[in-house]
């Protein structure tokens, strides 16, 4: 309920007009009045404003006393409904007092003026008393406040606002540090799995970083100050008393149903106090945060089902520090009951709009003719219509019970589960995507278990999920500013995860960590919206990968050509043992590298290259970035980003590296290098001798009238040149590509012929791929999720595996699979790379077929085409060329090259590719010869 308390000043009149409860009306020299107003809907006196004391409905009578009329002075909010006393009757000589000074608590002295007190002056004081309540603030400042944030702090705006808890996600606990094999691993996998865990690190060994530490870095490259709480220097006592001692669920930790809000209503819940004085101005904002985080939150938690109202958790807010003798705290309560009365539930009690509901229609999509159209109107319950103060539900949390609270390093339990190799984990992520592919935002009860570097067998990675199985430090809610961390630490020659506090907890109060979760889609970013609360939030519990801050060095010096450039080099380049020496100084070792052929350890040496040269290169651009609101990176800041983006390329490659093992390792699969340069004869019968040569098809598809009119001379030109063509090619490519060019010599060849030859001419390095065989796995289990997924996501199946449940469960590793994984390494969510490996391979790599080449009229493609291939190519030469030209990409010989491949080259290995003129020279010399 929301309590209003009006002070009723008395100053000389004959009589004055107060609303009051008859029953309880106290007369005296200063009239007391409490006022509240009824919030269940369901009630009749919903609504209507309250008495205090007895709890009856308004009533109004006339009270005459000499002498006196009523100055209103609110010590309180009102709530919408609950009108100021209304003063009336003749006044003579009285002088009208000023406003309340905005936060102040006390009415300052006003200049005196003699004005007679009229109906309508009265009402005006009245409106200018509700618009500045004593203490409180404008309520106008809060609402221009309220605007400003609107366009600046993430909203999140959900299609309907849900107002219901989450079930809460049942698992069977495991024992303390146990681990156990997931869904469908099989034995061999198991062991291998179980394998890992062993460690020769010393016991004792985390890979804890202090959260102050971590804290301090962040601050120093976005600008936000450090958390004042966390503890330096913090030592964990992993002691083995310690550890078999966890914390316990019921006495020490209470799972809940939690709620939270987004970063606009809790900047929204700050603003509303500001007019208080206590907690005015910024430099008190620290203590407007320790209202939210010490007064709100902790009273939010305790709420269940009734957390979504706000009004209701700043009532409760209210009603304990009116108890507890807390004059501030009430005082912020007050307020902010009035800033969501005023300025949100006000707004919700205009009338709703209608809306109309759809003719509903049969199963044959034929409209009956008995429907008709519904009117709805959304509920009357104001409450229910928020914009500005909504609470949103979050899953299941863990909350503080012990009276003592928690110390900073305390064992919080094991983080356990069911643990999944690389390649085992993504097929279960791919089944469920294809299952389920409306499925909104998946849980996050997964974790990485990380082998340190310094192993004698060196790094590698397992997935832990504890969805199904596992203890309560896997409910641990998510917050940009934690107060828990996860470590992994050694003990007993094993690896293991826990959960330590890095902070004093105190009653009541949420335990929380940094998920750390990095996605590489876009649309899972924008859906990953944080509901911490904290006044640190991020506004997603995710990190885009993909964002540009982090790709700056990747699109300069990795981009599609350039990964090219790498698996082309790891083909055809000896494995050294300099290359063996920085995989091992890196920690890529034998966990990682076990059963890989040489040319994938090649390749994993060259891409390691990629990532210390980003990690050097990453900070400068990230310093070289606009200031937001943060602030901008500084030096320290930057160096940490790119140590931990740095980390997180070295987890995708031995990721990629298990994926390819396991397609590799299958019986009967092909070993050898992925590429194979051609060699100088096969590259002469490809271009010029061949029966299905380059030459030969541009000339058939000249002599079918696509570029020569008829009885032209171009037409016994073609036929005398393709009649003179030599069978086996004896010259050197470059002889033969110099042919190409000049023997075509023809009079009305189109210009895309033209075009197309030079591309062909003008490269030098030609290669194909090996040929390996499909890999289907079994299909994979995933009974166990169907029991989370919301049945209204389970009808979403694609048609093409309806009735085939099976074929939608497997896995199925294409030809390609190898090449399109090798060079999207750094992205481990794409389900079938070979897929898009096509569209980007698209002029690219794989050149135009001849036959496209007279497809064009000559004047669409000199005047607009052209024009625009040029300028997209000197642009970006790893771009794909566009799809909405005339050229077609069939390439029946699947044979490789270009000119910007070639380029590519060049610029990542130049002692072996100096030779090489850079594409750029080479295309603006063809497009002046050739205007």
């Not at 305790?302 to 705290?329: F, M, P, Y």
């Not at 980003?641 to 390792?665: C, F, Q, S």
Request: aromatic share 8%; net charge positive.
């Amino acid at each position: 309920m929301t309590e209003t308390a009006l002070v009723i000043a008395r100053t000389p009149a004959d009589k004055y007009r107060v609303r009051a409860c008859a029953q309880c009306d106290r007369k005296g020299d200063a009239l007391a009045i409490h006022w509240r107003r009824g919030h269940d809907p369901s009630s009749a006196l919903f609504g209507k404003d309250l008495c205090d004391k007895c709890g009856k409905a308004e009533s109004r009578r006339l009270v005459k006393e000499r002498g006196a009329v009523p100055r209103v002075v609110f010590r309180g909010t009102t709530d919408g409904a609950t009108r100021a006393p209304r003063a009336s009757g003749k006044t003579s000589g009285t002088r009208r007092r000023r406003a309340p000074a905005v936060g102040g608590e006390k009415t300052p002295p006003a200049k005196a003026r003699s004005r007679p007190e009229t109906k309508l002056g009265a009402k005006k004081a009245v409106r200018k008393a509700k618009t500045s309540h004593a203490g409180l603030g404008s309520i106008a400042v809060v609402r221009e406040k309220l605007r400003q944030l609107a366009t600046e702090e993430p909203y999140y705006a959900c299609e309907s606002w849900r107002r219901t808890p989450y079930d809460i996600t049942p698992y069977d606990v495991l024992p303390d540090g146990a681990y156990v094999a997931g869904v469908g691993v099989e034995d061999e996998d198991a062991k291998v799995l179980f394998d890992r865990l062993n460690t020769s690190v010393r016991d004792g060994w985390t890979d804890y970083v202090p959260v102050s530490v971590s804290d301090g870095t962040a601050a120093a490259a976005t600008g936000q100050q450090p958390s004042m709480k966390a503890h330096s220097g913090l030592e964990l006592d992993l002691s083995t008393e310690k550890l078999r001692t966890p914390l316990r669920l019921g006495v020490d930790v209470e799972e809940r149903s939690l709620w939270g809000m987004d970063c606009f209503t809790r900047e929204a819940i700050l603003a509303s106090i500001s007019g208080v004085t206590w907690y005015a101005g910024d430099e008190n904002r620290p203590r407007r945060v320790e209202y939210l985080q010490q007064r709100f939150l902790p009273k939010l938690h305790t709420l269940g089902a009734d957390g979504w109202d706000a009004s209701r958790v700043a009532q409760c807010v209210l009603d304990d520090a009116i108890k507890n003798g807390e004059k501030h705290t009430a005082m912020a309560s007050r307020a902010l009951l009035r800033v969501i009365a005023e300025c949100d539930d006000d707004y919700a009690r205009a009338p709703a709009p209608k809306k109309k509901k759809a003719n509903s229609t049969t199963t044959t999509g034929e409209v009956k003719a008995e429907d008709h159209t519904e009117e709805i109107v959304e509920s009357h319950d104001p409450r229910a219509r928020r914009e500005r103060f909504r609470i949103h539900p979050k899953g299941t949390g863990v909350v503080c019970i012990n009276p003592n609270g928690l110390k900073a390093g305390t064992f919080v339990n094991h983080y356990i589960g069911e643990i999944y190799s690389p390649w085992k984990w993504y097929e279960r992520q791919d089944a469920i995507k294809k299952c389920y592919p409306g499925m909104e935002l998946p849980s996050f009860f997964n974790i990485t278990l990380e082998r340190p570097p310094h192993d004698d067998r060196g790094r590698h990675v397992s997935f832990v999920e504890a969805m199904h199985k596992g203890c309560f430090a896997s409910r641990l809610s998510h917050s940009c500013e934690p107060n828990c961390q996860t470590v992994t630490f050694a003990k007993g020659g094993k690896l293991t995860l826990g959960m330590f506090t890095t902070q004093d907890i105190a009653y009541g109060e949420e335990m929380t960590w940094d998920y750390s979760c990095i996605t590489e889609s876009a649309e899972e970013y924008r859906t990953g919206f944080c509901l911490c609360s904290s006044p640190t939030c991020r506004g997603s519990f995710l990190t885009y990968s993909g964002s540009g801050a982090f790709t700056a060095v990747v699109n300069k010096k990795h981009a599609f050509l350039h990964r090219n450039a790498i698996l082309f080099k790891a083909s055809t380049s000896a494995l050294t043992n300099v290359d063996r020496k920085m995989l091992h100084d890196s920690g890529i070792r034998e966990c990682a590298l076990e059963h890989c052929p040489d040319w994938v350890v090649k390749w994993a040496a060259l891409t390691l290259e990629y990532i210390k040269l980003e990690e050097n290169e990453l900070p400068n651009e990230l310093m070289s970035l606009p200031a937001t609101r943060f602030g901008r990176y500084n030096e320290l800041g930057a160096k940490s980003e790119a140590t931990g983006v740095a980390a997180t390329r070295i987890t995708n490659l031995i990721v990629t590296l298990d994926k390819i093992r396991y397609v590799l390792t299958r019986s009967g699969q092909e070993r050898a290098p992925f590429f194979r340069v051609l060699t100088e004869s096969e590259v002469i019968e490809h271009l010029w001798s061949g029966d299905e040569s380059i030459l030969r098809r541009i000339l058939r598809s000249i002599l079918a009238g696509a570029g020569a009119k008829k009885g032209s001379n171009s037409v016994g030109k073609s036929r005398l040149v393709m009649a003179k063509m030599p069978k086996t090619g004896d010259a050197r490519v470059d002889a033969a590509m110099k042919a190409i060019q000049e023997r075509i010599d023809i009079d009305e060849r189109p210009k895309t012929a033209s075009d197309l030859l030079w591309f062909y001419a003008n490269t030098r390095n030609w290669f194909t791929h090996a040929k390996l065989d499909n890999v289907i796995s079994p299909a994979v289990n995933i009974d166990d999720v169907a029991s989370v997924i919301p049945t209204t996501q389970r009808k979403h199946i694609p048609n093409a595996f309806r009735g085939n449940r099976e074929a939608m469960l497997q896995k199925r590793y294409g030809a390609l699979y190898v090449w399109g994984q090798l060079v999207t390494w750094y992205k481990q969510t794409i389900y079938s790379p070979d897929s898009s490996l096509s569209a980007d391979r698209r002029g690219t790599l794989s050149l135009p077929d001849p036959e496209s080449c007279c497809s064009a009229a000559p004047s669409a493609y000199v005047n607009k085409e052209r024009k625009e291939l040029f300028k997209a190519l000197r642009k970006n030469k790893h771009q794909s060329w566009p799809t909405a030209t005339s050229w077609s990409f069939k390439n029946p010989a699947k044979v490789y090259g270009s000119p910007m491949f070639d380029d590519a080259l060049r610029e990542m290995y130049p002692k072996e590719y100096a030779s090489t003129t850079s594409f750029t020279t080479l295309l603006d010399k063809h497009e002046r010869q050739s205007m």
